[in-house]
């Protein structure tokens, strides 16, 4: 049979707040909060394609990585799990000396989790270079929920309009390339737009206002993306102009 795939890094941030947290109780598989966990996990909108569906992410797995842990942890004295991912490395110590962040970002991964309307946008947004490596640090959930908030058409258009008001043109608000005065026709009211909050601050429950969101070309725009969980316009305007 198939083996299932590796854990996300949306996974191995939601299994490592578990093991940060003071009253999780043991990490074995019998423990309720670690069959609640497998649970959730189960539910994420990540991975669909699951060969082994019994043993995708079960209490068993998650006791396992929570052993990863063990394993990396410089304050833990015995002995964990010792074929841990590179992965579960890379993340614990990204986020050991972070967990306030950490607990932010797992909180609304677990929002966005348990509303069935937003987990089906998510679901929706297709897969990108960023999403393919998994190399976003907050986790491709709000990752693609930021793709999904650039994209509502109703803002992105009360955006144009509004800079055709002030400006009486579209352009990139970084390179200030402008599609009309290159393409001509072919090229009126085309722009993207660029959703500026920071992905360690993004809420599903909040509403996009304009000033959330940047005019960009496409060009741009992959730029950002690219470097999402660091990159700014301001930066990425400030690295073109030098």
């Not at 393919?132 to 986790?139: F, I, K, P, S």
Request: with cysteine; aromatic share 8%; glycine share 4%.
């Amino acid at each position: 049979m198939k083996r299932n795939p590796k854990w996300h890094r949306d996974e191995i941030i939601l299994t490592l707040h578990f093991y940060f947290s003071k009253d999780r109780g043991s990490i074995d598989a019998r423990n309720p909060k670690v069959i609640e966990l497998s649970r959730m996990l189960n539910r994420l909108p990540i991975v669909t394609d699951r060969p082994d569906k019994e043993k995708f992410r079960n209490p068993n797995g998650v006791s396992m990585k929570l052993s990863n842990f063990l394993a990396v942890d410089p304050n833990h004295s015995g002995k964990g799990m010792t074929r841990g991912s590179k992965m579960d490395k890379q993340v614990f110590f990204e986020f050991n000396d972070k967990k306030e962040l950490l607990k932010t970002i797992a909180a609304e991964i677990t929002r966005i989790n348990n509303d069935d309307s937003i987990r089906i946008e998510i679901l929706s947004i297709e897969e990108d270079e960023q999403t393919w490596n998994d190399t976003v640090a907050e986790g491709s959930i709000l990752y693609k929920l930021h793709k999904s908030r650039e994209r509502s058409a109703k803002i992105v258009q009360q955006k144009k309009k509004r800079a055709l008001v002030l400006f009486g043109k579209l352009v990139c608000e970084i390179c200030e390339f402008d599609f009309y005065e290159r393409y001509g026709e072919l090229g009126i009211g085309f722009i993207e737009c660029h959703h500026r909050t920071p992905l360690s601050s993004l809420q599903a429950s909040s509403k996009t206002s304009l000033k959330d969101l940047a005019l960009v070309c496409a060009n741009c725009h992959r730029m950002l993306h690219k470097k999402i969980d660091v990159l700014s316009i301001e930066d990425l305007k400030a690295l073109i102009n030098r």
